[in-house]
C-alpha cells in the first residue's frame, strides 16, 4: 500500500495525510475569537494530557532533539482569554510496541509547528500575539529547531512501522475528539 522507496517521512506523511486533512478542515481557519476559544480549548485538552503521556512513554532529549512541549503556553493562553479548561482524564494508549508507536505520537506533536505559521498570521487580526493568547502558536512558529531534530531521529528509525503509523493516526485522532468535544461544551 505504501510506496516503500519514499524516506520514512513521506510514508509516515502519507500515512497520516487523511487524518491531518481532516483535522484541519474541522479546525478551519480561525477568524473568529469564538472559534479560536474553540480550537484553543480542544488543542490544550489534547496537548496536555498527550504530552503527559509522552513524558512517562515517549522519547528522551537525545542528540540534536528535545522534544517540544507547549501546554504551559496553552494554558497561559487559556488563562489570557479567562476561558474554562476542558475536563480531562489521562490517556491510555497501552503498552504495545510503545518505542514506534509513541514516535509516531512525537510526530504529531512536532509536525504540528509547520501550521503553526500559518495559525499566527491568522489570528493576529483578532489581537492574539506571544505576549496575549496565542502564545503557543508563536512558541511553536518561532524555531524549527525541534522538528529538525525529531526528523533525524525518525530517519535512523528501524522500529515496527505498522505501529509508528498507528501512534501518529491516534495522536490524530485524539486532537480531532478533544476538537469535538470543545465544540459541544
Ligand atoms: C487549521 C489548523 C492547521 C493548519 C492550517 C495546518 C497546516 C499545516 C501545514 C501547512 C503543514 C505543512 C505541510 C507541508 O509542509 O507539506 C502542516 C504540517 C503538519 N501538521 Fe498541520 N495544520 C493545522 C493543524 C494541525 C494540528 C492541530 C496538528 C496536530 C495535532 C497538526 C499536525 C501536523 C503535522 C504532524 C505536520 C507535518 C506533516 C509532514 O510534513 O510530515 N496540524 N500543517
Redesign the pocket.
Known amino acids: 500500500m505504501y510506496d516503500s522507496s519514499l524516506s520514512i517521512?513521506?510514508r509516515?506523511?502519507q500515512a497520516?495525510e487523511p487524518a491531518?486533512a481532516s483535522?484541519?478542515a474541522r479546525?478551519?481557519?480561525?477568524t473568529t475569537q469564538i472559534e479560536y476559544n474553540e480550537?484553543l480549548r480542544g488543542?490544550y485538552a489534547?496537548?496536555s494530557t498527550t504530552e503527559d503521556w509522552l513524558f512517562t512513554n515517549g522519547a528522551k532529549a537525545t542528540g540534536t532533539w528535545t522534544p517540544q512541549t507547549i501546554a504551559r503556553e496553552l494554558h497561559e493562553d487559556i488563562i489570557d482569554l479567562a476561558l474554562t479548561p476542558l475536563s480531562v482524564s489521562p490517556v491510555d494508549w497501552g503498552p504495545a510496541a510503545r518505542e514506534s508507536f509513541a514516535l509516531g505520537v512525537h510526530?504529531?506533536?512536532?509536525?504540528?509547528?509547520?501550521?503553526?505559521?500559518?495559525?499566527c498570521k491568522?489570528v493576529e487580526p483578532l489581537g492574539l500575539s506571544r505576549e496575549h493568547g496565542a502564545r503557543h502558536l508563536w512558541a511553536q512558529a518561532e524555531t524549527l529547531e525541534s522538528w529538525r531534530g525529531f526528523l533525524a531521529v525518525l530517519s535512523e528509525h528501524e522500529g515496527d512501522e505498522d505501529a509508528l503509523f498507528a501512534g501518529?493516526n491516534t495522536?490524530?485522532n485524539a486532537?480531532a475528539g478533544a476538537?469535538e468535544r470543545a465544540a459541544n461544551v
Open positions: 517521512r513521506r509516515l506523511k497520516t491531518h483535522l484541519e479546525i478551519g481557519p480561525l480550537y488543542l489534547f496537548r510526530y504529531v506533536l512536532e509536525g504540528s509547528a509547520l501550521g503553526a505559521r500559518i495559525l491568522q501518529a495522536a490524530f486532537a476538537m
